[in-house]
């Protein structure tokens, strides 16, 4: 049964021949003429003046013609490629598809947003998205807290790959993996929305009731007592896929962290307590609890939830350190709650690298220093290091793919300006010449990468060049 995978990888390698093969050629020659691939005025999904405008101010600041290029078509991607706006019971709706597929991914869609809400405030337009998306994600989390993706129709049936998943499927959902970190994303983007704008009109009752269930689905996946609701099988011949043990993934003994049966890259989780997406949960529920006690002045839910973010932060910190030759400590990915743990680290965020980007910890945190430095070496079996670039893939696409968002996370959690500079290096070169961001592409050879339209990764890197261009403008001038 063909799965998201296979269908993304024939879309992939039928656009990348394509691209690929005309594009490398010419940037060869030094001949190039770097012409916006943004869609014309009229077909694209949205337009901000503030975004414009940022887009127009950062682009002039870049001497590289093609980095100015990249930044150009890939900073305002999500908002002309990929958001339908609408209305729903009366009120602002937003959908938001991840790019190649016709779905909405609660991780991506939130993630794809976060570079514009800076702008928000003085952009009534970009306030109608955000309260559209908030408002479009908490009705998602009502269909189904335990799913990843849905679909814009609240009646159609799965996505292709899923349809015959073993699992309680409901209509409107697209797939339905559990993952900790699909219901941290909307937190995380209404908590920043509301501190850029202070906005509070999206949080209603029905946003109060998802998040109810956010709370709720978090203290049934501690597994206390039992295994709780949710089970997931898949006929595929990809391990990661599916989950065993009748679809309630490996055992493991209950110490009060979260259990993530799949990762942020929709993979299965070899043990199902992630720290990373742990770590994401504590500094969420935290936030919902701030949101909760000064919008709504409901302090027993505030409570709850600082409660819960308390309890799994002290699980996390008991039970998810390793420690190197001379007993220092550094984070586990993946543990059991028996003693066992894995070292790596994917690519997708919440990943290991990633912890200071979400906020979970400061980039000096020694802890985390340390776990960095394990993460961007050979220490982590899905560190590659090429002819290309070097930086962390995962299982998703296999050995010697590199994913580009691995290099923004590196470059964004760096205190050193020469890894930043060699960040942007790198991702100036290994674009084959598309002048966007993949989802992954090989450590020797640009030319064969993975998804063409990815709208999180060109998202990811407009954020990284507005951060330099705010931080290091000098590394951008030349």
């Not at 993949?438 to 998202?459: C, G, K, L, V």
């Amino acid at each position: 049964m063909p799965t998201r995978r296979d269908f993304l990888k024939l879309l992939g390698a039928a656009t990348a021949t394509g691209m690929a093969g005309v594009a490398l050629p010419a940037l060869a020659q030094k001949s190039v003429s770097y012409t916006s691939h943004r869609p014309p005025l009229n077909k694209r999904k949205f337009v901000s003046q503030a975004v414009e405008h940022e887009l127009a101010r950062v682009k002039a600041a870049i001497g590289d013609p093609k980095l100015a290029w990249m930044f150009e078509n890939c900073y305002p991607n999500t908002l002309d490629t990929t958001v339908e706006l609408g209305t729903l019971d009366g009120k602002a709706d937003t959908f938001v598809i991840t790019g190649d597929i016709d779905a909405m991914w609660l991780r991506d869609s939130s993630a794809q947003v976060v570079p514009y809400i800076p702008l928000a405030k003085g952009d009534t337009s970009l306030q109608r998205l955000f309260r559209g998306l908030i408002r479009r994600q908490a009705r998602c989390i009502r269909i189904d807290p335990y799913a990843n993706a849905f679909l814009p129709d609240p009646h159609a049936p799965p996505l292709s790959w899923a349809r015959h998943d073993d699992t309680d499927m409901k209509p409107g959902v697209g797939e339905r993996k559990w993952e900790v970190d699909s219901l941290c994303y909307p937190i995380r983007v209404a908590h920043s929305y509301w501190q850029a704008t202070g906005d509070t009109e999206p949080f209603d009752d029905d946003w109060r009731e998802a998040m109810h269930l956010v709370l709720k689905t978090f203290r049934e996946q501690q597994r206390k007592h039992d295994h709780g609701p949710y089970h997931f099988q898949r006929t595929s011949p990809i391990p990661t896929e599916t989950l065993m043990l009748g679809g309630y993934g490996n055992p493991t003994h209950p110490n009060g962290m979260i259990h993530s049966m799949f990762r942020p890259s929709d993979d299965a989780c070899v043990y199902p307590l992630s720290v990373p997406s742990n770590l994401f949960a504590v500094h969420v529920l935290r936030q919902l609890a701030r949101m909760s006690r000064t919008i709504h002045h409901d302090a027993a839910f505030a409570s709850d939830c600082e409660a819960l973010a308390n309890e799994v932060e002290q699980a996390v910190q008991k039970d998810g350190h390793m420690h190197d030759a001379d007993g220092q400590a550094f984070w586990a990915y993946e543990i059991d709650g028996f003693g066992n743990q894995i070292f790596m680290d994917d690519t997708n965020v919440p990943s290991l690298l990633a912890l200071p980007y979400l906020g979970c910890c400061e980039r000096n945190d020694a802890v985390y220093q340390r776990t960095r430095d394990h993460a961007w070496s050979f220490r982590n079996p899905y560190f590659f290091r090429g002819k290309a670039a070097e930086g962390i893939g995962g299982p998703h696409e296999g050995l010697r793919m590199i994913w580009p968002m691995s290099i923004m996370i590196y470059a964004q959690t760096s205190n050193s300006v020469a890894e930043i500079r060699q960040c942007l290096t790198w991702l100036r070169n290994t674009d084959a010449g598309t002048g966007f961001m993949h989802e992954s592409f090989d450590q020797d050879d640009p030319s064969h990468f993975t998804r063409s339209w990815f709208a999180w990764a060109n998202s990811l890197f407009g954020e990284l060049i507005v951060d330099v261009q705010r931080n290091h403008p000098e590394l951008l001038r030349a």
